[in-house]
Structures are given as structure tokens and as C-alpha cells.
Nanobody, 118 residues
């Protein structure tokens, strides 16, 4: 079992920045950030997978940066140049890597709200 606790959400204006953090109770091979806007499905935002490989959704690539402090079991998401369409609840996820090096997320945090006003 892995407990995940997110922090750092809030309200900013367009073009602003926020830094999300996720504290994990223990290590996992894969960690990621997902988000869910009202009326929409949850979608992946950024991932640090096996061997530290990073990947980003096209919509945030170049604006968001995911990082991980392995000694602290902490995950971060630096979000710059925020847009109103980034408004959503952001969730931290953790899980094992599979035989094909893909990640399976079976642990989720409660989420932290990010609101970007125009």
C-alpha cells in the first residue's frame, strides 16, 4: 500500500506559475501526475517511469516539468505559463512498472485543485 498526499494547488492568473508536490509513504517504480477537469475524463499530464524516463502530454510539454526526489519519496510538478484550460484537479499516482517498461498506476492521492483565471 502506498499513501500519496498532494499539496501546492491554488488559484493564479493566466501566465502564472504553481508548484505541486506529492509525498509518498514509500518508493514506487513509476510516479505521475494526472488531472481531471469538470465534465471531463481524467488525463495523464506527466510521468517519471522506469529508469527516470520522463514524458509529458502534448498540451503541457515545454511549460510543465516533473521531477522526483528519490531519497524523500517526493514528486513535484512545476507548472509555468499556466492557461485557463489547465484548470483541473491534479492527482498524484504511483505504481509498478510492467514487463514492457510501461507503468501501471494503482495508487492515487486525493487531488489538489488548480484554478487559472483569464
Amino acid at each position: 500500500q502506498v499513501q500519496l498526499v498532494e499539496s501546492g494547488g491554488g488559484s493564479v492568473e493566466t501566465g502564472g506559475s504553481l508548484r505541486l508536490s506529492c509525498a509518498a509513504s514509500r518508493d514506487s517504480s513509476c510516479m505521475a501526475w494526472y488531472r481531471q477537469a469538470p465534465g471531463k475524463e481524467r488525463e495523464p499530464v506527466a510521468e517519471i517511469g522506469l529508469y527516470g524516463k520522463r514524458s509529458y502530454a502534448d498540451s503541457v510539454n515545454g511549460r510543465f516539468t516533473i521531477s522526483r526526489e528519490y531519497t524523500q519519496n517526493t514528486l513535484h510538478l512545476q507548472m509555468n505559463s499556466l492557461k485557463p484550460e489547465d484548470t483541473a484537479k491534479y492527482y498524484c499516482a504511483a505504481g509498478p512498472s510492467m514487463s514492457n517498461e510501461a507503468c501501471a498506476y494503482n495508487y492515487w492521492g486525493q487531488g489538489t485543485q488548480v484554478t487559472v483565471s483569464s
